[in-house]
């Protein structure tokens, strides 16, 4: 919790990309908010499927690896992917 407050303290911003994320999130309006979750997990979905499809019943363990083995890899796609949802709804706010 407190290495987050720390993380990107020379962000223009303000923060961490989780951080401004919440902050959008709750502070946008609930149609906007409710739009971009419901895109989100229709992404998710939609990948999952598509997993599932290409790796069988084995998704499961090969993601528990991936999220293990490639833990700097996914924190900067997990921001990427928080700066992304960010824009998409500002966007939206306009």
Do not use: W
């Amino acid at each position: 919790m407190y290495e987050a407050l720390f993380e990107d303290e020379e962000n223009i911003f303000g923060g961490t990309p989780y951080s401004k994320f919440i902050d959008i999130i709750y502070n946008a309006s609930r149609i906007l908010t409710e739009l971009e979750l419901e895109r989100l997990m229709k992404r998710m979905a939609v990948l999952e499927m598509m997993a599932e499809e290409a790796y069988g019943e084995n998704f499961n363990e090969l993601i528990l690896q991936r999220l293990y083995n490639d833990v700097d890899k996914i924190e900067e796609k997990t921001k990427s992917l928080y700066i992304e949802s960010v824009g998409n709804v500002l966007s939206q706010n306009e």
